[in-house]
Nanobody, 116 residues
Framework: QVQLVESGGGLVQPGGSLRLSCAAS????????MDWYRQAPGKERELVAH???????QYADSVRGRFTISRDNAKNTVYLQMISLKPEDTAVYYC??????????WGKGTLVTVSS
């Protein structure tokens, strides 16, 4: 029922930009807080950005000032605009939300590779 589908990943050079999208279904999107996580090779999954239903945002220290999370409730979509990308941003990026039961829902991820 709940489905999160990420898109927008790809290969980008250091200093470049990319915008990720996550299309959600099966939830009352406008009421759900949404998250972007990432998992780099050999590392644990980490929270990158968070946005509440009121559009209040939080960011990991490593991305603050470079990444912007936003949402378009009319499109049931959350975005992650990434600028000034660094090689250490290379990871699989996952969209996440919590269901009404508190269950975690995850997208399948989209790969971002920052390399020259």
């Amino acid at each position: 029922q709940v489905q999160l589908v990420e898109s927008g990943g790809g290969l980008v050079q250091p200093g470049g930009s990319l915008r990720l999208s996550c299309a959600a279904s099966g939830i009352i999107f406008s009421l759900n807080a949404m998250d972007w996580y990432r998992q780099a090779p050999g590392k644990e999954r980490e929270l990158v950005a968070h946005i509440t239903s009121e559009r209040r945002t939080q960011y990991a220290d490593s991305v603050r000032g470079r990444f912007t999370i936003s949402r378009d409730n009319a499109k049931n979509t959350v975005y992650l605009q990434m600028i000034s990308l660094k090689p250490e941003d290379t990871a699989v990026y996952y969209c996440h939300t919590k269901g009404r039961s508190g269950m975690d829902y995850w997208g399948k991820g989209t790969l971002v590779t920052v390399s020259s």
